[in-house]
């Protein structure tokens, strides 16, 4: 079976840009989280959605960054503008509900 | 919010020790994650275990949810042990599945 997909898996940009990082959850799981790793602050929670609904959306770090999960097999995640401490890697990750979660690969993003 | 702490920091040893990780949450959990991250950063499940003991192979994990700890025990340890180690936490809340809470990590060298 195939895990959680993260596309691209690395990404590099200049300040300003639109970024946008891509999501494919486990098939059957009704729930996506989406994580930030740092050196700085470890790992965090940004958001979350329980059967395509966005939950709780306040470790999303100011307005610049915006979720969509627009069906059951695709999410999104968008920052416009980026700046260079956006710079971190960025899981996805699926479980059903209240169950363990299964983590993608990561996209390493560097913005300049 | 809740607190994660995990311990030792850094953990140096040579092929073939055994070694114990623990991990201490600051309130009640509905569950509990154990996952290492391999060199290439990728975040790999090893127990999900909210309570009891579980075992797989050379690794083995305990929870006593109770007094808001767990462990993970590694055996015979090989250098593809190598990585860091994480506890991750679901807090309490009302219904539905919740972002995980991640502790800072254990960093574990196996030399051979």
């Known amino acids: 079976d195939a895990g959680v997909i993260q596309s691209p898996r690395h990404e590099v940009t200049e300040m300003g840009q639109e970024v946008t990082l891509r999501c494919k959850p486990i098939?059957?799981?009704?729930?996506l989280f989406w994580y930030r790793q740092t050196m700085m602050r470890g790992l965090e929670l940004l958001i979350y959605?329980?059967?395509?609904?966005?939950?709780?959306d306040s470790g999303m770090p100011e307005d610049r960054f915006s979720a969509k999960m627009p069906n059951a097999s695709f999410s999104t995640l968008k920052i416009q503008p980026s700046e260079p401490r956006d710079s971190a890697v960025y899981f996805c990750?699926?479980?059903?509900?209240?169950?363990?979660?299964?983590f993608g690969p990561g996209t390493r993003l560097t913005v300049l | 919010g809740i607190q994660v702490e995990q311990s030792p920091p850094d953990l140096i040893l040579q092929e073939g020790a055994n070694s114990t990780l623990r991990c201490n949450f600051s309130?009640?959990?509905?569950?509990l994650q154990w996952f290492h991250q391999n060199p290439w950063g990728q975040l790999i499940n090893l127990f999900y275990?909210?309570?009891g003991t579980k075992q797989n192979g050379r690794l083995s994990a305990t929870t006593v949810a109770t007094e808001r700890y767990s462990l993970l025990y590694i055996s015979s340890s090989q250098t593809t042990d190598s990585g860091v180690y994480f506890c991750?936490?679901?807090?309490?809340?009302?219904?539905?599945?919740?972002?995980?809470?991640f502790g800072k990590g254990t960093h574990l060298i196996i030399q051979p």
């Open positions: 990750a699926s479980s059903l509900v209240g169950f363990e979660q299964f």
């Open positions: 098939s059957g799981h009704n729930s």
């Open positions: 959605f329980n059967n395509n609904v966005p939950i709780d």
């Open positions: 309130d009640s959990v509905n569950n």
């Open positions: 275990i909210p309570s």
């Open positions: 991750a936490v679901w807090p309490p809340r009302g219904g539905g599945a919740d972002g995980l809470t």
